[in-house]
């Protein structure tokens, strides 16, 4: 069972657009910026596919995402979204595969997934928030309240997830034994686009 969070898209957007301020919109104008135009763009774990209505129009979308409600807000309004699992659906070819929020998700098997990306695209654009160790981190990572409202997506493992522990310089490390890399900063989220 998700959180309240992952049971209804429009909350979604609209919790995570006042958690994060005016860095939100920012992220996603960011993430689209370095998509630019006439890309194929392959979003893993697109959720409610925020980022397609910040992408050139030219652009081609397609999003994989697992959970019902987001995959069936998406169909309505007919965006392009497999419903399945990222480590299940083959990938289809693309020019730029887009990880926005996933990988603190996905622990431990982010490097399973940024290799996938790799042999779908030459160009990955990830986004993650920066690993915090405030009072909104203490709340977030307390079991009751992430199974009830927080990041709880009914598909990974509180425990597992709880072992993101990367810094942003362990992030940079990490992505960097994959390619060549530039890291942008959109509020509390670094963006990395990555190429090899
Ligand atoms: C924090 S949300 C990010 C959504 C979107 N990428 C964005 O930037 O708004 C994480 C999403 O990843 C999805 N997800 C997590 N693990 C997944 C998996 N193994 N396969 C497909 N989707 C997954 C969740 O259902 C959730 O919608």
């Not at 963006?191 to 090899?196: E, G, K, N, T």
Request: charged share 25%.
């Amino acid at each position: 069972m998700n959180s309240l969070l992952y049971q209804n898209p429009l909350l979604y957007e609209r919790l995570l657009s006042v958690l994060h301020g005016k860095s939100w919109k920012k992220r996603y104008e960011l993430m689209a910026k370095l998509v630019g135009k006439n890309k194929k763009v392959l979003d893993l774990g697109c959720g409610s596919c925020v980022l397609v209505k910040y992408l050139d129009q030219s652009c081609e979308y397609i999003g994989i995402e697992a959970n019902t409600k987001f995959v069936r807000y998406a169909q309505e309004k007919n965006l392009n979204i497999i419903h399945g699992d990222i480590f299940e659906v083959d990938f289809p070819k693309a020019d730029i595969v887009v990880i926005s929020d996933i990988l603190h998700h996905i622990i431990p098997k982010q490097e399973q997934l940024i290799k996938k990306a790799l042999e779908s695209a030459s160009v990955l654009i990830i986004c993650e928030p920066k690993h915090g160790k405030g009072i909104c981190n203490w709340i977030s990572s307390n079991k009751l309240f992430f199974k009830l409202f927080g990041d709880n997506d009914g598909i990974n493992r509180y425990e597992e997830m709880m072992a993101w522990e990367y810094s942003e310089s362990a992030l940079r490390e990490f992505l960097s034994q994959f390619g060549k890399m530039e890291t942008h900063r959109a509020g509390n989220s670094i963006i990395a686009r990555l190429v090899i």
